[in-house]
Every structure is written in C-alpha cells, then in structure tokens.
C-alpha cells in the first residue's frame, strides 16, 4: 500500500493498535491518527514539487504555419507594434501587460545566428510578470520573434519570452504562456487575411453578377440636354400613373443602394493599404475627396474599389459618406 493513502476494510479498528504494536486506547490511537495525517500530507506536497518540477521553462515555440513568409510578417509586425503582451501580467486584476514597445534589438536576447526576420517587443520596469520561473522583482520583459520562409507557401514562425531583473540581471526563463498566447493572437490575425480574402472574392464575383442582371446597378450614364422625341403612340394613349411611378421607385432604390456601398475620402487623404493592417504596403495614396466603393467591411477596415479598378484597404474613420 503506497505511503500516504488510508484504506478503510471490513477488520476490526480495536485490533490496529494491537496490531502496530502498541496498547488499545484512546491515548495510543490519537498518535497513530496524527501519523498517517503527516504521512498524507507530507507526501502531497511531494507530489506537488514534483508536478512544479515537470513544467517546462526555456523552451519556446516553434510553428510551421501555412502562409506565405510576405503575409506573415506582416502580421507579426502587427502585433509587436500593439503594445502588449499576453499570457501574463502584473496583477491578477490585468489580463495582459500593457505598455510595450517595438524595439530593434535588445540585450535580453543574443544575436540571432539563424537568420529570417527578426523582431522584439519589450516592456521595461516590469514588476514580477506571471509565468516566469522564480520572478520576483522590476525588471525588462523581452519577447522575440523569428520568421523564416519554407518555401512559397510556408513559414516557420519561433517565438521565445524572457524576463531579467534589472538589480541582479538574472534571467528568467517562460513556462511557455507567453509564447502560446501571442501565436494565438498571430494566428487569429492570419485566419482573419484568410476570411477576408474568400469573403473579397464572392463579394466581387457577387458585384459582377448583379451588374450582369441589373444593368441600373452600373454607373449613371453621362446626361443628354436634348429633350427625347415624343412617341406618338404613346402620346396617343393616356399614360397610366403606376407606369410612370414604377421607374421612379427603381432609380430611388438604386440610388439608396449606391449610397450603403460609396464612400468619400476624408481630408487630407488616406493610403490604400495592400491588406487590412498598419504594416501593409501602401499601393497608393488616395487625394481628399476620392470616391470608392465598399466590397468588404470589417470592424476596423473597409476593403474597397476605386474608379480605377484598384482593390485595396482603408480605415473606416478616414472614410466618409458621399453627400
């Protein structure tokens, strides 16, 4: 029977202490109780140290993940500019740790060896962030992240989180929290790209449709002053007045249609970006004024069309409705 674990069987509890040795009593059972409770405990908490020991520190993360080496950069710069840092935290009120900064390089890690794109999102004077073997006092809290292609289509992504004292410079190494909450946020952000994409191209295939059904749907033909010739037919039958309101109605609707879908540009102008982030290359610049067409809305950015045919993003608040 494993040390520590009390079994209750059918035998007679007056015969343990006889049995252990000692005299029947109440004054010999007591002290054999008070054993088996220390034995229980001590035992537990051995089994605890040992769980405490089983975690693992130091080790990182390292994806294959199945974008392209362009898209994933992308997001990953995203998200070293977003000023925090998840999977721990200052107080058991926070959800993260605020105030982060993207830095170029930082002294927390050596130079990396393995070449591929490397970035850094640091946060200094952080006191005893969660989830760092042995943390206990202020000091700067490094995250790094390396993106190296494999090939056209994929991409290795390896995350690694530190933490070192700024009194006695040791360091401290994650248990890996770090690590896995900021792929989660990097990985959220690639199947959003991925979401968006399929979502542009039924919008546009949708776009294409409708203009083929309703040809009202397309641009406004340019106005003729010219007055058209009287039908004499229909000069000879008296018009009906449903008929007459009927293409009214259409040309409202098409107008409200236009309206829900156009966009103007606000002052000073606004860059079309080529994928829904800050870090996205810029495919234009786009003046004051600038009238485009929503194809895809998402919570922060609007994917559009311009008169030109050029497909790209912009923020929501620096586009306006067209009066």
Same mark, same amino acid.
């Given at each position: 029977?494993?040390?520590?674990?009390?079994?209750?069987?059918? &035998?007679?509890?007056? +015969?343990?202490?006889?049995?252990?040795?000692?005299?029947?009593?109440?004054?010999?059972?007591?002290?054999?109780?008070?054993?088996?409770?220390?034995?229980?405990?001590?035992?537990?908490?051995?089994?605890?140290?040992?769980?405490?020991?089983?975690?693992?520190?130091?080790?990182?993360?390292?994806?294959?993940?199945?974008?392209?080496?362009?898209?994933?950069? +992308?997001?990953?710069?995203?998200?070293?500019?977003?000023?925090?840092?998840?999977? %721990?935290?200052?107080?058991?009120?926070?959800?993260?740790?605020?105030?982060?900064?993207?830095?170029?390089?930082?002294?927390?890690?050596?130079?990396?060896?393995?070449?591929?794109?490397?970035?850094?999102?640091?946060?200094?004077?952080?006191?005893?962030?969660?989830?760092?073997?042995?943390?206990?006092?202020?000091?700067?809290? &490094?995250?790094?992240?390396?993106?190296?292609?494999?090939?056209?289509?994929? %991409?290795?992504?390896?995350?690694?989180?530190?933490?070192?004292?700024?009194?006695?410079? %040791?360091?401290?190494?994650?248990?890996?929290?770090?690590?896995?909450?900021?792929?989660?946020?990097?990985?959220?952000?690639?199947?959003?790209?991925?979401?968006?994409?399929? +979502?542009?191209?039924?919008?546009?295939?949708?776009?294409?449709?409708?203009?083929?059904?309703?040809?009202?749907?397309?641009?406004?033909?340019?106005?003729?002053?010219?007055?058209?010739?009287?039908?004499?037919?229909?000069?000879?039958?008296?018009?009906? &007045?449903?008929?007459?309101?009927?293409?009214?109605?259409?040309?409202?609707?098409?107008?409200?249609?236009?309206?829900?879908?156009?966009?103007?540009?606000?002052?000073?102008?606004?860059?079309?970006?080529?994928?829904?982030?800050?870090?996205?290359?810029?495919?234009?610049?786009?003046?004051?004024?600038?009238?485009?067409?929503?194809?895809?809305?998402?919570?922060?950015?609007?994917?559009?069309?311009?008169?030109?045919? +050029?497909?790209?993003?912009?923020?929501?608040?620096?586009?306006?409705?067209?009066?």
């Amino acid at each position: 029977m494993p040390a520590g674990i009390l079994v209750r069987t059918s &035998a007679n509890y007056s +015969q343990w202490p006889r049995f252990l040795g000692r005299r029947s009593g109440a004054n010999s059972v007591v002290p054999w109780t008070v054993g088996f409770v220390v034995i229980f405990l001590v035992s537990a908490f051995q089994l605890l140290a040992r769980e405490k020991d089983a975690t693992q520190y130091g080790m990182g993360l390292i994806v294959n993940i199945p974008f392209p080496e362009s898209e994933v950069v +992308q997001v990953v710069q995203d998200v070293v500019q977003n000023g925090i840092i998840r999977g %721990t935290k200052e107080y058991n009120k926070d959800d993260y740790i605020k105030d982060a900064i993207a830095v170029g390089s930082t002294r927390v890690f050596p130079e990396p060896t393995e070449g591929g794109n490397v970035f850094y999102k640091i946060r200094l004077k952080a006191l005893d962030p969660r989830n760092f073997k042995d943390s206990g006092d202020m000091g700067t809290l &490094a995250v790094r992240y390396v993106v190296q292609a494999q090939g056209d289509k994929n %991409t290795v992504l390896r995350i690694d989180a530190r933490f070192v004292e700024d009194f006695r410079h %040791t360091v401290h190494a994650s248990n890996g929290s770090v690590e896995s909450a900021e792929y989660k946020d990097i990985h959220d952000r690639l199947d959003a790209i991925e979401l968006t994409k399929a +979502q542009t191209v039924e919008a546009q295939q949708q776009q294409q449709q409708a203009r083929k059904q309703n040809p009202a749907l397309m641009d406004d033909p340019p106005q003729s002053n010219t007055q058209p010739a009287a039908d004499p037919i229909g000069a000879a039958v008296p018009p009906d &007045a449903g008929a007459q309101a009927s293409p009214q109605t259409l040309e409202e609707r098409v107008q409200e249609l236009r309206k829900q879908v156009e966009r103007r540009v606000k002052a000073p102008g606004a860059p079309l970006k080529s994928a829904p982030f800050h870090t996205a290359s810029t495919l234009q610049s786009l003046p004051s004024g600038t009238e485009v067409l929503i194809v895809v809305s998402t919570p922060y950015w609007f994917g559009v069309e311009t008169h030109e045919g +050029q497909h790209g993003w912009i923020l929501r608040d620096e586009l306006e409705f067209v009066p």
